[in-house]
């Protein structure tokens, strides 16, 4: 230990070190152990952006050697016979079942979502508002096959007179219209990934909700609003990157859900306009379903279409991180 | 429009803590009533419980009355709602929405309490923002966000938005606490002004704004930390700043402690 | 007094005609009853209908009554109030129902011979056989990834609070971020390529590990990040100031302050991957054998047990009963991580908070 006069000399409660200071830290860091410990906290950075490279290198890889043999257009075929000779498949259909059944599953879920939220952070009294957000808190950490266990086992039977009660009365819009089949379709399947998201969705939006700073809330309070009123001129608008960016994590949830989708789909490799009868199937679904028969080929085939996903989801979660980057920023700037 | 407000042994606790303890008072219309006291003895307390903003606050609880014009504010069937829109309020940190406009945050009571025509809503704003002295300085860029403003700005901005829905009284909570000199004067200024119309009360703790804006001044104490705040008297500001009746009031004034 | 003069058009009384205050429950009585004596009289045979029906009903009815009575401003107040209870009454139902359903089919066979054996040659259609094999297979492909995913999470978070400033940190921070969110069968899917397709090894709990530690690493360096911030840089100048250096600093006072919220990070994340089928669909393929060595050959896991018995059941039988089973000792298992991972975090949390 050399302690030099400098940090004897030095007042022993200095609140902040200046950056000066702290460079002289680190720049007199020449000791082996500092050198070692950083290098490895570096080298563990620098291998977890690797591994992203490495990811998108090797599925690229795979996926440009399914596709130069594809004898259908990738991006527009409506086959996936990836054991024949030649091989014919493309996404189309599988880009079709995911987006649909992610739409539905974030129509249903971010309204809903927002409302828990707003029940555990401004209805609900304080006695019962903690336990609910920690149930929510676990249920959030269901396994996601567990969730089509019981989708295929209570939810599936439900949807049948939800099924048929759609058919009556929008079976006129096409896109309700029913002909009878097992309720396996991408509305089941957009319900369940609701479900399935719906946790993830509050947790993130009741944290924002509780940043709301108290101040603004009194203010509304203080012109007579109501307390609808409170949340719709004060909570709703301080929280609204919030909720888009917790919405976003949800979608990457429902997009690459797996399993669920699995146990309640039957696939077809077919575009329906009817969400109600059987038609699509999802990027990830297809890719567990399909996976167990491939043939190499076949496996090459499944990694395009996984690449496809994956840079979906790359988006989409890119896009949830700049909007909650410039939140910061923004409620930096007003603290 | 200005109304009387009379407190009859009023008693605020949050949870099982009692803050303030068996106040009574009269707040005068027309007139600028301003609470000093030390920290914690329950000024800024008492001052929301005018307003029923205290029951807000986790576990804050009420008793006793508040009269405002011969109408108990704590009495059956009253709306809370209903006495925020009479009874205003300026916070001690200017807290304009950030989201909104100059013009929305003026108009955000207005358009709570109904459909006006975009031409009457324009007057009003305009109107509260003259009584805030703020007019001249933002009426060209009334569409950009309040936030924008200076804090001194931010707070008037803050009072045209309380006055715009023509509250009876207004409660003011160490207005000018988080503001320079220059920024103080003006509100203290506007204070002046606003008290033709409006009852005004203000928190403050600034003695010598005490003795500027205000017409009478209460004085608040505690006995002990953990003790519940007491008015400890009430008087025509020029007599407590010069001969008030309670010793504790003249040491406190004299800057003997606190 | 004075205020009957008032020529304004808002009401100058403070009194405003109000609901009592048992009219909401009265009014949702109502509509459930309605909603049922509907549902029963249209034959109705979804219970989930008959919610939706009395749910409208109750957001309808709460509007209109409350608009007649107390004016339209209380009445969206009140129909925003309603809309909440129904939003937060219709996701308890379906999360509910998911946990009793595990619950009632998951404990018929669920026992101790259950636990302690293997499927072997057990046919699908009958009972016997249990999960041994796949919780054996689960817990080293589980730790195999906690032990690579740990120590790479904890030290990028290290880096990240402690050194990280500039491009690098920052880059590192967004990809973090972003690999927070790929897909699990994503993970999977590179692994296949990487390890089995090019490298050829084979289908083997080792190959399943290095997928679920890619989905693990994302989740500890977050959680490690949160925590190591909240260690008060008092502590960390103290030490500095004694002369100790700074890697000693970190290792001796940053981390051991900071280790209860670190181990919660780190159980939470162990919870989320033995949850993960999809990976290890693809790496591990599962087999009915005890194979106790990760390295070669296949393995069984968990969860994937959970999907072949189902799959190979048609949704009845022995098969299916044997998945809920299963479903229920993976839902055990993980909500047992969970709450002692919070009663960690609670135990030890830093009592310097924000």
Redesign the interface.
């Known amino acids: 230990?050399?302690?030099?006069t400098e940090?004897t000399e030095?007042p022993?409660?200095?609140p902040?070190?200046s950056a000066a200071e702290q460079k002289r830290?680190?720049r007199g860091?020449t000791?082996a152990?500092?050198r070692?410990?950083?290098g490895?906290?570096?080298?563990?950075?620098?291998?977890?952006?690797v591994?992203?490279a490495?990811?998108a290198v090797?599925?690229t890889?795979?996926a440009s050697l399914a596709i130069s043999k594809d004898h259908g257009n990738f991006l527009t075929t409506f086959e996936w016979d990836t054991n024949v000779v030649p091989p014919v498949f493309g996404i189309a259909v599988l880009a079709f079942g995911t987006v649909v059944s992610s739409i539905i599953a974030m129509a249903i879920a971010v309204?809903?979502?927002?409302?828990?939220a707003?029940?555990i952070t401004h209805?609900?009294p304080?006695k019962l508002g903690t336990p609910?957000a920690?149930?929510i808190?676990?249920?959030a950490?269901?396994?996601?096959?567990?969730?089509?266990?019981?989708g295929?086992?209570?939810?599936v039977p439900?949807m049948?007179?939800?099924f048929g009660?759609l058919n009556d009365y929008f079976g006129w819009t096409g896109i309700f219209s029913w002909q009878g089949g097992a309720p396996r379709a991408l509305l089941t399947v957009g319900v369940l990934l609701a479900?399935m998201i719906?946790p993830i969705i509050?947790n993130v939006s009741r944290e924002v909700f509780r940043q709301v700073?108290q101040?603004?809330e009194?203010?509304?309070?203080?012109?007579?609003?109501?307390?609808?009123?409170v949340?719709r001129?004060?909570v709703l608008?301080?929280g609204?990157s919030g909720v888009i960016s917790a919405s976003m994590?949800g979608l990457?949830?429902a997009?690459?859900?797996?399993?669920a989708v699995?146990?309640v789909l039957s696939p077809t490799f077919d575009i329906q306009a009817s969400l109600l009868d059987p038609g699509g199937g999802t990027?990830?679904q297809n890719?567990?379903s399909k996976?167990g028969e491939a043939t190499?080929q076949g496996?090459?085939a499944?990694?395009a279409s996984?690449l496809v996903?994956?840079v979906i989801?790359?988006l989409?979660?890119?896009a949830?991180?700049m909007i909650i980057a410039r939140r910061k920023e923004y409620s930096g700037a007003?603290a | 429009m200005a109304k009387r407000i009379d407190v009859s042994g009023l008693t605020a606790y949050y949870g099982s803590h009692k803050a303030i303890e068996d106040i009574s008072m009269t707040v005068e219309p027309r007139s600028v009533t301003a609470f000093i006291g030390p920290s914690g003895c329950g000024k800024s307390t008492f001052l929301r419980t005018l307003?029923r903003?205290h029951e807000?606050t986790?576990g804050g609880r009420v008793e006793g009355k508040v009269l405002l014009d011969d109408e108990d504010l704590y009495g059956t069937g009253i709306d809370p709602?209903?006495?925020?829109?009479?009874v205003?309020?300026v916070?001690q940190?200017p807290?304009?929405?950030?989201?909104?406009s100059i013009f929305d945050n003026v108009a955000?009571?207005l358009r709570?309490?109904g459909n006006y025509k975009k031409s009457a809503l324009n007057d009003i704003v305009e109107k509260s923002l003259k009584g805030a002295n703020l007019w001249n300085e933002v009426k060209d860029r009334l569409n950009k966000p309040g936030?924008g403003l200076s804090g001194g700005q931010q707070q008037r901005l803050?009072i045209a938005?309380?006055i715009a829905?023509e509250p009876k009284v207004l409660l003011m909570d160490e207005p000018c606490s988080a503001l320079d000199p220059i920024s103080t004067l003006a509100i203290e200024d506007l204070i002046g002004e606003l008290k033709e119309r409006f009852t005004i009360v203000i928190v403050t703790h600034n003695m010598q704004q005490a003795a500027r804006v205000s017409d009478r001044t209460a004085f608040f104490n505690l006995a002990a930390v953990g003790q519940p705040g007491r008015l400890i008297e009430i008087d025509d500001t020029e007599r407590i700043f010069s001969n008030p009746s309670v010793q504790a009031t003249e040491d406190y004034i004299s800057g003997r402690f606190g | 007094m004075s205020h009957a003069a008032v020529t304004d058009r808002r009401p100058s009384t403070l009194r405003g005609a109000s609901l009592p205050k048992w009219s909401p429950w009265a009014i949702a009585a109502g509509s459930v009853a309605l909603g049922t004596g509907i549902g029963l009289g249209a034959g109705?045979?979804?219970?989930?209908?008959w919610g939706l029906i009395a749910a409208i009903l109750f957001v309808l009815g709460t509007y209109v009554i409350a608009a007649r009575v107390e004016g339209r401003?209380?009445a969206?107040?009140r129909?925003?109030?309603s809309?909440?209870?129904?939003?937060?009454l219709?996701?308890v139902i379906?999360?509910a129902?998911?946990i009793w359903?595990?619950l009632k089919?998951g404990v018929k066979v669920f026992d101790v011979y259950f636990l302690t054996h293997s499927m072997g040659v057990v046919p699908d259609t009958q009972p016997g056989g249990g999960i041994y094999h796949a919780i054996l297979g689960t817990l080293e492909q589980v730790g195999i990834a906690t032990v690579i995913a740990v120590?790479?999470?904890v030290?990028?978070a290290?880096?990240?609070v402690?050194?990280?400033r500039g491009k690098?940190?920052k880059?590192?921070t967004?990809?973090?971020?972003?690999?927070?969110?790929?897909?699990?069968?994503?993970?999977g899917?590179?692994i296949?390529?990487?390890w089995i397709?090019?490298l050829n090894m084979g289908y083997s709990g080792f190959a399943g590990s290095l997928a679920l530690a890619?989905l693990m690493?994302?989740v500890v360096?977050r959680s490690t990040e949160e925590m190591l911030k909240l260690v008060p840089?008092?502590l960390r100048?103290a030490s500095?100031?004694?002369?100790?250096?700074?890697?000693?600093t970190?290792?001796k006072v940053v981390l051991p302050t900071s280790i209860g919220g670190i181990t919660t990070g780190v159980m939470?994340a162990i919870?989320?991957i033995?949850?993960?089928?999809?990976p290890v669909?693809?790496l591990v393929w599962g087999t009915n054998f005890i194979n106790s060595n990760p390295f070669k050959d296949p393995q069984a896991s968990l969860?994937l047990y959970?999907?072949q018995q189902?799959a190979n059941s048609a949704?009845s039988g022995a098969a299916y009963d044997r998945?809920?089973a299963a479903?229920l000792a993976?839902?055990g298992f993980?909500?047992i991580l969970?709450?002692v991972a919070?009663g960690i975090a609670r135990w030890k949390a830093p009592k310097t908070g924000r």
């Open positions: 230990m050399n302690i030099t940090n030095a022993p409660p200095a902040q070190p830290a680190s860091a000791r152990g500092d070692i410990f950083l490895l906290s570096r080298g563990s950075g620098i291998f977890l952006l591994i992203m490495a990811i090797f599925l890889y795979r309204p809903v979502a927002v409302g828990i707003l029940f209805y609900a304080r609910i920690y149930v808190d676990l249920l950490a269901v396994p996601s096959i567990v969730y089509g266990l019981w295929a086992l209570v939810l439900h049948q007179g939800v009660w479900i719906l509050t700073p101040m603004h009194e203010a509304a309070l203080a012109l007579g609003a109501t307390r609808w009123e949340i001129t004060a608008p301080f609204r994590l990457g949830r997009l690459g859900e797996t399993m699995a146990t990027f990830a890719i567990a996976f190499d496996r090459d499944l990694i996984g996903l994956f989801t790359l989409v979660n890119g949830a991180r007003n | 307003n903003m807000v986790p709602v209903a006495v925020r829109r009479e205003g309020m916070f940190r807290n304009p929405f950030p989201t909104m955000a009571g709570l309490n936030s803050c938005r309380a829905v | 109705l045979d979804s219970t989930i209908q401003r209380q969206k107040d129909i925003a109030t809309l909440v209870w129904v939003c937060f219709a996701a379906p999360l129902s998911l359903e595990t089919r120590p790479v999470g030290l990028t290290v880096y990240l402690e050194y990280g690098l940190a880059a590192v967004f990809f973090v971020d972003v690999m927070t969110g790929i897909p699990s069968i994503v993970a899917l590179f296949l390529s990487f397709l090019i890619i690493m994302p360096v840089n008092e100048e500095l100031a004694l002369g100790v250096p700074k890697w000693r970190i290792l939470l919870a989320r033995t949850g993960e089928t999809a669909l693809l969860p959970i999907y189902y949704g998945a809920w479903a993976l839902i993980v909500m969970n709450l919070r």
